[in-house]
C-alpha cells in the first residue's frame, strides 16, 4: 500500500462515521448536549468537518466549500473561513444549529471528496512539503495531514458517544 492508498482509506472511513454519528436524530438531538458545558454531537460534526475544510483548502490554496457553499445558513452560521469551532463557548455552542443531519453528512461528504481527490494527487516527496511556518519546527503536509485527521476521528468518535448518551437518556 502506498502512502496516497493509507491516507485515502483512512480519510475515507469518516463519512461513515459521520453518518452514524447524526442518523436518524432530530434538530433537536443534534443540539442536545449530554451535559452543561459539552458539545452536542452536531457541533461535534460541524467542527469536525470545519476542520478539515480549512485544513485542506489551505494547502490546497483554495476557497473553503464553508464559504463558497450554502452550509453556514443551513447550520445557522454565517460564512466566516476562520470559525472552525476552536475556543467556542457555550454561546457560540448552541448557535451551531444544523436543520438536519443530512447538511452535516452533505457538507461533510462535500469536504471529504475533495480531500480525497487531493490525497490521490500526492507524492511521497510532498509529504515533506512545509505547509505552516508559524510552529517550531514547521508543519509539513505529513503532519498536517495526520494532525487533521486525528482531530476528525477523536471529534467522530465523541460524536458517537455523545449519541449513545442522548439515545439512553
Same mark, same amino acid.
Given at each position: 500500500? #502506498?502512502?496516497? =492508498? ?6 475515507? !472511513?469518516?463519512?461513515?462515521?459521520? +453518518? ?9 438531538? %443534534? ?21 478539515? @475544510? ?25 460564512? #466566516? ?14 448557535? /451551531? +444549529? ?5 447538511? %452535516? /453528512? @452533505? ?6 471528496? !475533495? ?6 494527487? %500526492? +507524492?511521497?516527496? =510532498?509529504?515533506?512539503?512545509?505547509? @505552516? ?5 514547521? /508543519? ?11 482531530? =476528525? %476521528? ?16
Amino acid at each position: 500500500m #502506498d502512502v496516497n =492508498d493509507l491516507l485515502t482509506e483512512a480519510y475515507g !472511513r469518516l463519512p461513515d462515521l459521520v +453518518r452514524s454519528a447524526v442518523d436518524g436524530l432530530s434538530a433537536e438531538q %443534534l443540539r442536545q448536549a449530554p451535559a452543561a458545558g459539552a458539545n452536542p454531537v452536531g457541533w461535534l460534526v460541524w467542527h469536525l468537518t470545519r476542520i478539515q @475544510d480549512h485544513g485542506v483548502s489551505g494547502v490546497l490554496g483554495e476557497q473553503q466549500l464553508w464559504v463558497t457553499g450554502d452550509w453556514a445558513g443551513r447550520i445557522g452560521l454565517t460564512a #466566516d473561513p476562520d470559525d472552525t469551532g476552536f475556543g467556542h463557548g457555550p454561546d457560540q455552542v448552541a448557535a /451551531v +444549529r444544523p436543520e438536519n443531519g443530512q447538511v %452535516l /453528512v @452533505d457538507y461533510h461528504r462535500a469536504v471529504v471528496d !475533495r480531500t480525497l481527490a487531493y490525497l490521490r494527487g %500526492l +507524492r511521497p516527496a =510532498d509529504l515533506d512539503r512545509v505547509v @505552516d511556518e508559524n510552529w517550531d519546527p514547521p /508543519v509539513t503536509l505529513g503532519v498536517r495531514l495526520a494532525s487533521l485527521l486525528e482531530d =476528525d %476521528l477523536q471529534h467522530a468518535g465523541q460524536a458517537g458517544y455523545v449519541r449513545g448518551l442522548i439515545q439512553s437518556g
